[in-house]
Structures are given as C-alpha cells and as structure tokens.
C-alpha cells in the first residue's frame, strides 16, 4: 500500500501526540491523588496534634463537658465524619458523629479506606498515657477536586493535540509542496527539458537541493549543447569525408595489422571496387582480387610496418570484370591501449596510370623526334645558358652536347655575329612575347662557322617573369652561300672581289650624307694605272687579270676600314676616303697624302708572267663635304682630276680643284722644308716677358722661330699646324722644351733670374704622348731645372677628347712641381665642369679679347668674366697681347694683375730679356728704397 510522505508525516505525528498526551495525563492524575492524600494525612495530623494538647486538660481533669465540647466544634467541620475520645482504659468519653465498631489504634495511626481517613492518637502526659483520639475525616471534597482536575487537564491535552495536528498538516503540506517541485525537475530532468528550473528559494536544505538540482541542470544543459555541437560537427566531417572519398573514388580503412581483416571502412567500396565492404572485409577475399602479379608486391607492403607511409600500385579484379589500378597508402598506428593496427586509404588510380603511360609513349615518341631530326633544339634557362641541346647540335657544330649545356647561348656565336646574337637574347629574355628569329653564324668545332636561322620563344612563369627560352636552328649555310654569291655578283667586281660600280654608287651616296652630318670632308681618288693597255696587249688578258688582281691586292692593304676601294671597271680604281678634315686644305693634305702613299705602294715591281713590271697609277683628287654634288659630278670630277695627272706626266696626284691643289703642294713643300729645318736645327727661340702691373719682370713665354733661308721668317701659325699634322710639333717641342729647361737650370742660383718662370706652349698632339711626361722628367733631371719655374701653355682644344689622358698627364707632372696655364682662354668650348677638374694654375686671357678690350662691349665682358672666374677657381690670370697703356689700365680695373705683350715688350732674344729683367729689377729696387726713405 502505497503512502504518501504528507499522509506519513501526519499519521506519525499524531500517533506520538496521542501517545505522548496519554502517558501525560495518567502521570498527572496518579500524583494528584497521591497528593492529595497526604495533604489530607497532614491535615489531619495536624489537627489531631492541636486536638492532643486541647484534650490533654480535659483527659487529665476527667472534665467529659470540655471534652465534648472541643469535639463539638471539631464537627463544625464538614469534612470531618466523626471523632472519638477514649479514656487510658480505652472507654468513650465523648464523641461526635457516628464512629466505626473498630477503632484505629495509636499504634496504626492513620487509617485510609475508600471515601475516608482516620487518624488515632494517644494522649500524654508526662509520659502518663490518659487517653486516645481518633477522628475519621471524609475524603469526598479531594476526590471532586481531583475529579475537575483531571477533566480540565485532559481538555487541554485534547487541544494541544488538535493544535499539532493542523501543525503537523501543514508542515507535510508544505514539505511535501517543495518535494512536488524537485520530484517535477526531476520528472523534467528525465524527460529531457535540461531548461526546466525548481523555483525553490528558500534558506534551507530544500533551496540548497533545489539549487544544487538547478546547477546540476544548467551543466546538464551547456555539456548537452557542447555535445550536441560536437555530435553535429562530427557528422557534417563524417558527411565531408564520405563526400571526399566518394568524390575521389577512395576510401578509408583500418584493418588488424595480422588478418587484415577490416575493422572500420568510410567511403563507398561498392563504388570504388563494385563490391560491398562486407564482402571484402576478410584478408583473403581481396587477396583473390588482386592481380597474381602483384600480389607478392602488395603482401610485402603490408607486412612490414613502416615508419614512413607505405605506398603500393596494383590491379584489382572490379566486379565488372575489369582490371582496376589500386593505390593503397599504408600506415601503421597503435591506440593507447597498445593495440596496433594498419591503416589504408585506397585510390583509384587507372586513369592516372593510363595518362603517365600515354605520356610516356608520347615522350618516347617526341624524344626519337628530337633526336633524328636535323634541325637543333634548344631550351635554355632564365640567363640564355643552353638547359637542352639535342644531337644535331654536336652534328652542326662538333661540340659535344654535355660541354655546351650551361654555357651562355652567345658564346657559340661568331663575334661578327656577336653583337646581333645578344640583342635576339635580350630582347628574348626581356620578356617579348613574339617569337624571335635572326640569322647568325655559329662557331664550329674545326674554327669555322655555321650560318643558322634560330628561332625562339620565351617561357613564361605565373608571374610573367621569363623562365626558359625555347626555340630551333637550322642550319643556313648552304642558302647563305648562295646569297652571298648572288650579292657577291651583284655588287662585287668578280676579278678582283672589290665593290663593283653599282656598290660605289651606293657607298658613295652614303658618304656625301655622311659628310652632310659631320661637316668633314670627303675625297674621292680616282686611280688609273698608266700604260695598262700595253701589258694587256702585249702579255695578254690573262695576264693584265692578274695584274689587276695584284694591284687590288695591294691597294686594300693600305685602305682604312672606314673607306672603300672599288673597282670601277678596266685599270679604273675608286677609293672613297671619309671623315677627312673640316678644313679644305687640310682635307686636300689628307687625301693627297693617301694617293702618294698609293704611289709608293704601287712603285714596287709586280711578278708578271715571270718577269718583274714596274707599274704607275696617276690619281686623280675631289673633294666632297654635303649635298652640294650628286654621286655621278663627283665620281666625274675625280675622273677629270685623273687626267690632269696624266697631262702632268703621270704618276702623280692631281686635285680637281687647281687652288686646292696648289695649297697641298705648298702644303708638302713646307713639309719636307721642316723636316730640313729640324734635322738642320734651324729653329730659333724668342722670349716674350710677361710682368706684374709695376712692371716687374716675373717670367717669359718661349717662342718658336724659324728662320727660312729663302723667305725669311715664317710664323709660327703657318707651320705649326702642319708640324701638329704631320707629328713633327713632338721632336720640335722637345727641343723647345730642352731649351726651356737648360735656361732654367742656367739661372738655377743666379739673382734676379732664378725667381722667373718660363712658359711653354705645347700642342695637343704633343703632350698627349705616351711618352711625353717620360721624356720630360728625364730633361728636367738631366739639365737640373728646378720645375715649379716651368709653365705648360696648354689650349682649351685639347679637352675636346682624350680628357683623361690629358688628365693624367698634368696629375702627373703636378707631383713634379710643374705648373698649368690654360692658354688662349676664352675662345674655345672648356666646359666648366672640367676647368674645376684640372689643376691649372693659371689662365690666359686670350689677345683676341684684349685687342677690342676698351672698344667691344662684348669683348670686356668676357675678359671680366675670365678674371672673375680665375679669382673663383682660385687661379692666376694673365692678360696677353697687351700693348697699350689704356688696355692695361682697363685691365687692371677688372683685377688683372699679370701682363704680356708689346706694351712690356717685343719676343726677342735671350740678352734682350735679361737686359730687360735687369733693368726692371734695378727700377724696382730704386722704387723700394724710395718708399722706404720716404716712410723714414
Ligand atoms: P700664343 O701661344 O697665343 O702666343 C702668343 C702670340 O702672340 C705670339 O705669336 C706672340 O708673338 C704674339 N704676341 C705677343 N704679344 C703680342 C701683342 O702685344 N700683340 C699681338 N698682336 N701679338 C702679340 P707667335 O709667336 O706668332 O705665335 C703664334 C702661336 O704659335 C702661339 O700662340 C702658339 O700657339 C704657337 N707657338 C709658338 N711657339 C710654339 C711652340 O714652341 N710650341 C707650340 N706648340 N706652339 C707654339
Ligand atoms: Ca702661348
Ligand atoms: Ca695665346
């Protein structure tokens, strides 16, 4: 019988109130009456003793009147039934109310019996016994006292027992209330809804379940959530993982690592090998599906396990009777209980098989290609280094292929080809995206050459960046050949391989253009051998060819690269000589100086037939520079020059410009005339002082003179050009500067003297030199000149090229203690940059500024500019050509404070300029003494 804790709580409750009222109430009642009658016992007692004293009179005085009436009053009392006096001898004496037949005795005292109590007691005197009371009291007023007593107290032991009824029915309500509510999320608990609550608050034992329920609940609720988050991800990987392997027709096992039996597979096996995975689940049943061949393969994989993953490719009898390419990848894992066990992830792999093998065939077959073909295939790497050559290199070249690999595609190129071959590989590395062709020739193994077309492409990475270079080359020499006998024909003299006329035209047409950019000049000499036509005649064509072919021979020997030779026709020769002169007369020198060397050239006896012939040209001259002719009035000038040279008596040049001519003939006179000069050592020295503003003599410029015995002195600006031209101005300048440097050392220790400088001009030619500075310092030693008292008179042309050299040299000489000035400053084009550069100390304000100083605005312009310039670069400066007082003062006036020229004097002799220093020493010493006698 199923009871409800409400029910338990109430029944038990009451059952101890009863029990426990009960026993209360019978307690209660028992020592009442208990009570009671001692209390009544005392009573009378006390009574009897008051009664002993009262009586003890009467007794002893046998007074019954007394006796009678002490008991008389007695039975006033209502509760006494009846009292009794006896005498000694026990007889009555008096009495009250109705006493019992049998008395109590003393010796008993009380005596209770129901509804009454009697007391008996002896009365003395003096140990006399006179008598014996005895009084017998009702107990009918205690008893109803008890009786009340006893009802009230179980009224209200009824009461409290109700009272802790409805109290015991209420805790239970109560209690069994909350008991509900946890029951109810528990009930909830069990059903699943983790959100369910038990509204308990209380401060008790019921709050703190109802909380711990609660918290056990609110765990509950997130671990279930955690759970069921986890539970989701799992299955969307396992969803995932499916897909992925059926995807990739694959699938995932575990297997023991002994029978091979599967123990856990994902993915779908009837997919990848037609069969369930329970049918292949046992070891031995795949095994019958592998190939015979394979299996040994496959067993050996699986036995030994490895650190490594185990891979093993083999064929599998698929259920639709086809052989299928299986890539098992093995692994071996042990769980933390120790158990091992392989792992595998199979793989269809057929059509990768199949691909890799058409590749391979399609290799094979692309590699017998690339072998046996006749053209070269190349790859190369980033760098145009060769990463692929095939064969028919080795066989166009005869370099074997494993010593070409990684060398740069243009070392294999002929250097004539050089240039072309690197623009094709840059331009092909550079990333173009068109495919390049070029033909170039190609070095041989034997030392010859391979004309080849090579064509090639770039690879590109994802960056676009260029990775390898891809192309062919074929072997073009035949075709080239031909060609080139075609061109050769074309324009080539077939007898003696030079330009033919139509080339000449071509050359020419390119030269007068030429001429028209640079603004030099150019010569055509047109060359006719004298007397050609007798040898042909007379020793036959056969023979006249050969000469012909000798004469070329020789002449294209002597020709620059720059120019051509050609052969016009005949015993006609053309040569076209570029980049001449700007100057006419000097371009004429320059082209009439390659026709005597001509002469000279052909003067040598040619081997005729066995016979020694002696040969002559006659030359003919024209000068070209622009536009101003076409190619056919200059080749008809040159042609009408050539026989003015004949009309002279042959073998000769003739110019076809008769003022030019006669310019170069004088040209050549004076030429041969300084040679005299120099070997005859006709050349004089003059000096030209140079001053400071008070006329004191600080140096000298030196001069050159010569003395010419037929026409007197010749100036220097007539033949220093042509000794500069002709590389004379070297062992003349030399001799200028020994000069210099012996008068230097003569006036070494010699006052006033060796405070002077001495200046000497040099030209461009001669002091760039190799061995210019050489031959200098050996002078400079050998004569003993101290030579920070020489000055090199250096020309701004002489920084238009060659700067470095020109550097060097005054670098050079400078540690020597030799000092720079920079002549004639102002008329030609120093660049600032390199004044800052060189080490000059000094500059030259050139005559031609000085001349209009006081007249041209502009011209004291620049000379201010020049003098400003000095004062900033931290150089000296000298003004020369002076020849006025005014030009002088004016000069000063901008800050110059050195001087040459007529004003100072004349150049002259070595005495005059003594004399000179002398005197202008002595005007100064006389100033000094002035000045000082004037100070005192
Ligand atoms: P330069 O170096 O500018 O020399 C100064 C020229 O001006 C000299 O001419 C000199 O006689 C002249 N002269 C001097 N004072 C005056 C004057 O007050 N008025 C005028 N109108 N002229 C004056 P020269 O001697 O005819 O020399 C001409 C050029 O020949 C020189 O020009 C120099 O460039 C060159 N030269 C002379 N001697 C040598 C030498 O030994 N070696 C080299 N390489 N060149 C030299
Ligand atoms: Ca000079
Ligand atoms: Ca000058």
Known sequence: MRLNVAWQIIIGTVAIQVAMVAVLLLSGITQVQQNQQEVLERTAEQQSRLLESALTHGLADGDSDMLQGLLDRLGDDSSVLYSIVLDADGRPVASVGVAPDELPTPEARVRSEAGQVEIARSIELDDH?????????????????????????VLLALGVLGLSILAAIVFALM?????????????????????????????????????????????????QS?????????????????????????????????????EFVAGDTRKLLGFPSRNLGRGELRARHIHPDDLPRVREATREPGVEPKVVDYRFAHRDGQWIWLRDILSWAEDSDNRRSLRGLTLDVTAHRRATAA??????????????????????????????????????????????????MCAYVDPLDRDDAESFCSTLLEGGTHA????????????????????????????????????????????????????????????????????????????????????HHGAVLFIDLDNFKDINDTLGHAVGDDLLRQVAQRMSNSVREADTLARLGGDEFVIILNDLHPDPSQAATEAEAVGRKLITLLRDPFELAGQNRHITPSIGATLFSGHSLGVEEVLKQADLAMYRAKNAGRNTVRFYDPELHRAVEARFELESELREALDQDRF???????????GHVIGAELLLRWPHPQRGEIAPAEFIPVAEQTGLIVPIGRKVLRTACRQLAAWRDTAPFCELTLSVNVSARQFRHTQFVHHLREMLRETGAPPNRLKL??????????????????????????????????????????????????????????????????????AQMVVNLAHTLDLDVIAEGVETAEQRAFLFGLGCRHFQGYLYGYPGDLKGLEQAVLAASAEHQKTIHQTHNNSN
């Open 684 to 694: 004089t020295i003059a000096y030209q002082p140079q001053v400071e503003a008070d």
């Open 436 to 519: 390049q062709s070029e033909e170039i020739r190609l070095r041989t193994h034997d030392g010859g050459y391979r004309w080849v077309s090579i064509y090639a492409s770039a690879r590109f990475d994802d960056d676009g960046q260029v990775m390898a270079t891809f192309g062919t080359m074929m072997d073009i020499s035949d075709r080239k050949k031909a060609e080139e006998e075609i061109r050769r024909l074309a324009f080539f003299d077939e007898l003696t391989g030079l330009p033919n006329r139509t080339l000449l035209h071509d050359r020419l047409g390119q030269a007068l253009a030429n001429t028209a950019r640079t603004r």
């Open 359 to 408: 590749l391979r065939e399609s290799e094979n077959r692309y590699q017998d290609v690339v072998n046996h073909i006749s053209e070269v295939i190349f790859r190369t790497d980033a760098e145009g280094r060769w990463t692929l050559l095939n064969p028919a290199w080795e066989a166009l070249t005869g370099f074997p292929v494993e010593q070409t690999l990684g060398q740069p």
């Open 129 to 153: 016994h006179l008598g014996t009371v005895v009084v017998g009291y009702s107990t009918e007023a205690i008893d109803q006292l008890s009786a009340s007593l006893l009802e009230r107290n």
């Open 793 to 862: 008179e250096l020309t701004e042309s002489m920084l238009l090229e060659d700067v470095d050299t020109v550097i060097t040299h005054i670098d050079e000489l400078r540690t020597l203690g030799v000092e720079f000035a920079l002549d004639d400053f102002g008329t030609g084009y120093s660049s600032l940059a390199y004044l800052k550069q060189l080490p000059l100390s000094q500059l030259k304000i050139d005559q031609s500024f000085v001349r209009d100083v006081l007249d041209d605005p502009n011209d004291a312009a620049i």
């Open 226 to 262: 955690t759970l069921q988050q986890q539970n989701q991800q799992l299955n969307r990987s396992v969803a995932r993982l499916e897909s992925m392997l059926g995807g990739a027709n694959a699938i995932l096992w575990e297997a023991n690592p002994d029978t091979h039996e599967w």
């Open 175 to 223: 209690t069994t209330r909350r008991l509900r509510l946890l029951l109810q999320g528990g009930k909830a608990l069990e059903a699943g809804r983790l959100d369910h609550r038990v509204p308990i608050a209380s401060r008790d034992e019921f709050g703190d379940l109802a909380r711990t329920f609660n918290d056990m609940a609110a765990h509950l609720g997130t671990t």
